[in-house]
Nanobody
Framework: QVQLVESGGGLVHPGGSLRLSCAAS????????MGWHRQAPGKQREMVAL?????????NYADSVKGRFTISRDNTKNTVYLQMNSLKPEDTAVYYC?????????WGQGTQVTVSS
C-alpha cells in the first residue's frame, strides 16, 4: 500500500512555471512506475507524463506537453516531480499523481493548477 500526496499547484499566468510534487508514504517507492495525469472540467482524465520504476530512465509525455513539462523522481525522498514551463490556459486542470506496479494502482487526491491572466 502506498499513499500519495500532491502539492505545488496554484494560479499562474500564461507563460509561467510551476513544479508539482508527489510525496509517497510506505515502503518500496522505487518499484513503482509513477505518472501524472490531469482532468479538466467536463473532460476525461488524461495522461500527462510517465516515468519508469527504478532510476526512472524511461519517460513518456502527452503530445500536448512535450518540450514544456518534465517528469523526474527522487527515490531517496520518495517523491516524483512535474516541472511545468510555458504554461497555457489549456493546462488548467486538477493534476493527479499515480503509482503503479503490476495490477496495483494508487492515486493521490489531486492538486489544482489554474493558468489564467
Amino acid at each position: 500500500q502506498v499513499q500519495l500526496v500532491e502539492s505545488g499547484g496554484g494560479l499562474v499566468h500564461p507563460g509561467g512555471s510551476l513544479r508539482l510534487s508527489c510525496a509517497a508514504s510506505g515502503s518500496g517507492f522505487s518499484i513503482y512506475a509513477m505518472g501524472w495525469h490531469r482532468q479538466a472540467p467536463g473532460k476525461q482524465r488524461e495522461m500527462v507524463a510517465l516515468i519508469s520504476s527504478g532510476s526512472g530512465g524511461i519517460t513518456n509525455y502527452a503530445d500536448s506537453v512535450k518540450g514544456r513539462f518534465t517528469i523526474s523522481r527522487d527515490n531517496t525522498k520518495n517523491t516524483v516531480y512535474l516541472q511545468m514551463n510555458s504554461l497555457k490556459p489549456e493546462d488548467t486542470a486538477v493534476y493527479y499523481c499515480r503509482a503503479g506496479v503490476g495490477p496495483r494502482q494508487y492515486w493521490g487526491q489531486g492538486t489544482q493548477v489554474t493558468v489564467s491572466s
